[in-house]
């Protein structure tokens, strides 16, 4: 028997085993999820299997992990909207801990979420490879795009300064809120895009280029929890043990995405 067919084998075995746990746990319930855009992607694709396997619902409200526009995260909590998972960016989970919003015990790091860049499907890519040509690509660009979440914070006030160039970007960058990067580089409205890479993978129109070189990635951590005001808790934790198990390891690397949970069981 080839290592493909057993690895194939032993991975349906553990989506089994984890899936009918999860249906011990938790249930016929209908589970609330505040999702933030850096998983959206491959979380479409698993939650059918959660809920197939367990009669659970999972309804799912999405938005960006911090921001003052409406579909923020933490704005929907703030006004009330009822939830009983968040998954976002650590640090912003954390600081709905700090706030009493979630529950501290329950938070389980998810995955490691590099930054990329993106350019329009079609045109020619820059060479980003290094530092140095990442600086070039983006004095040579004429307009550049980068998100209002933690990669667009982490471009905006610490990238440009790192690569010396904040001056000159200050007129031909722009935060774009509340809607996918790769969406704005896709209709011509920017040259260069940023976001994270399993935000900019699945648009349409828009070709990836590659990671931003090592020596200045910022590696984001995307974290779940149990609200405070959970409904659902039980069934909450058990989507939250499906997403970072072993089984949906496969998925989340598809869209760009280090699973880190499963890595480290």
């Given at each position: 028997?080839?290592?493909?067919?057993?690895?194939?084998?032993?991975?349906?075995?553990?989506?089994?085993?984890?899936?009918?746990?999860?249906?011990?746990?938790?249930?016929?319930?209908?589970?609330?999820?505040?999702l933030s855009g850096g998983l959206a992607t491959p979380y479409k694709e698993l939650v059918p299997q959660?809920?197939?396997?367990?009669?659970?619902?999972?309804?799912?409200?999405?938005?960006?992990?911090?921001?003052?526009?409406?579909?923020?995260?933490?704005?929907?909590?703030?006004?009330?909207?009822?939830?009983?998972?968040?998954?976002?960016?650590?640090?912003?989970?954390?600081?709905?801990?700090?706030?009493?919003?979630?529950?501290?015990?329950?938070?389980?790091?998810?995955?490691?979420?590099?930054?990329?860049?993106?350019?329009?499907?079609?045109?020619?890519?820059?060479?980003?490879?290094?530092?140095?040509?990442?600086?070039?690509?983006?004095?040579?660009?004429?307009?550049?795009?980068?998100?209002?979440?933690?990669?667009?914070?982490?471009?905006?006030?610490?990238?440009?300064?790192?690569?010396?160039?904040?001056?000159?970007?200050?007129?031909?960058?722009?935060?774009?809120p509340a809607e996918p990067v790769a969406s704005v580089v896709a209709r011509g409205d920017a040259e260069?895009?940023?976001?994270?890479?399993?935000?900019?993978?699945?648009?349409?129109?828009?070709?990836?280029?590659?990671?931003?070189?090592?020596?200045?990635?910022?590696?984001?951590?995307?974290?779940?929890?149990?609200?405070?005001?959970?409904?659902?808790?039980e069934a909450g934790r058990a989507l939250i043990a499906f997403l970072a198990s072993a089984a949906a390891?496969?998925?989340?690397?598809?869209?760009?995405?280090?699973?880190?949970?499963?890595?480290?069981?």
């Open positions: 028997m080839s290592v493909t067919i057993v690895v194939r084998r032993l991975v349906a075995l553990s989506l089994l085993i984890v899936l009918t746990a999860a249906a011990g746990i938790a249930g016929a319930s209908e589970v609330r999820v505040m959660f809920e197939r396997a367990t009669g659970n619902t999972v309804v799912t409200a999405y938005g960006p992990s911090m921001g003052t526009t409406e579909n923020a995260i933490p704005v929907r909590l703030a006004r009330g909207e009822a939830a009983d998972v968040l998954i976002m960016v650590g640090d912003a989970l954390g600081e709905m801990i700090k706030q009493g919003r979630a529950v501290r015990t329950s938070r389980v790091d998810l995955v490691r979420s590099p930054i990329g860049i993106a350019v329009r499907a079609g045109t020619p890519k820059p060479d980003i490879s290094t530092s140095d040509a990442l600086k070039q690509a983006l004095l040579n660009a004429k307009s550049v795009a980068y998100s209002d979440s933690a990669s667009g914070v982490y471009v905006g006030n610490e990238l440009f300064k790192r690569l010396g160039i904040a001056a000159e970007m200050k007129d031909k960058a722009k935060m774009i260069l895009g940023f976001q994270q890479i399993s935000e900019l993978l699945p648009i349409a129109g828009a070709d990836l280029v590659g990671p931003l070189p090592s020596d200045v990635q910022k590696i984001t951590i995307f974290s779940a929890g149990i609200t405070s005001s959970a409904d659902q808790p390891a496969p998925t989340l690397k598809k869209a760009g995405l280090d699973p880190l949970a499963a890595s480290e069981k």
